[in-house]
């Protein structure tokens, strides 16, 4: 079984996993997902459904959320590169409206673990990438959520270099606010994900 390395952050509920890689002259083999060497590391989600998607550079999609079915999400990137971000919307949280964010590259072969409760997003780096997730509920069209990517209240420093036109889908042009959201969830109701693993 191959060995992976689990950091918390310094929100509780996000981790970056770096998964072992054996590498030679032929390429590499890694495990990206166990589920025994997850639960060893305290990371009890159970994962329903996985989800892939291509982008181009400048593409971003995000803040999304789901309001009645919260989804934990693994996310990694296949190809290129992205900046990766969640944020804290968990009524009660004492990070409430904070936010991480992390690069994630084919290079550097990390994954972000985004628990329920969170808001999420990505930013292409690279000319293209090949992005993947592993989601702990289903794809509700009817319940997506979405806060503005450049809310000013969450503040998040996207890497957006002088020559990048940021690309948004229609929906994500019109998303509201932190502050004038009408749902969030709340810090104490939701069950977690992880047991065993704290700051």
């Not at 593409?59 to 804290?88: C, I, M, T, W, Y």
Request: glycine share 8%.
């Amino acid at each position: 079984m191959a060995e992976i390395k689990v950091t918390p952050c310094e929100i509780e509920g996000l981790y970056v996993i770096e998964p072992q890689v054996f590498g030679d002259e032929r390429g590499y083999f890694m495990e990206t997902y166990n589920k025994k060497e997850f639960e060893a590391k305290g990371l009890t989600m159970e994962f329903v459904q996985d989800n892939e998607s291509m982008s181009k550079r400048g593409v971003l999609r995000g803040l999304h959320f789901q309001k009645n079915f919260p989804q934990g999400k693994l996310v990694r990137v296949l190809s290129g590169e992205v900046f990766d971000v969640a944020v804290d919307i968990r009524k009660g949280s004492p990070t409430f409206g904070k936010w991480f964010g992390v690069v994630l590259s084919e290079e550097n072969k990390k994954q972000f673990y985004v628990s329920k409760g969170f808001a999420h997003g990505y930013l292409v780096l690279s000319e293209r990438a090949v992005f993947s997730y592993k989601c702990t509920d289903f794809y509700h069209p009817e319940d997506e959520g979405g806060i503005r990517y450049d809310d000013p209240q969450i503040g998040i420093e996207w890497p957006i270099s002088q020559d990048m036109q940021i690309i948004l889908s229609e929906k994500d042009k019109h998303h509201e606010s932190l502050a004038n959201q009408s749902l969030v969830f709340d810090y104490n109701m939701l069950k977690p994900d992880t047991a065993g693993l704290n700051h």
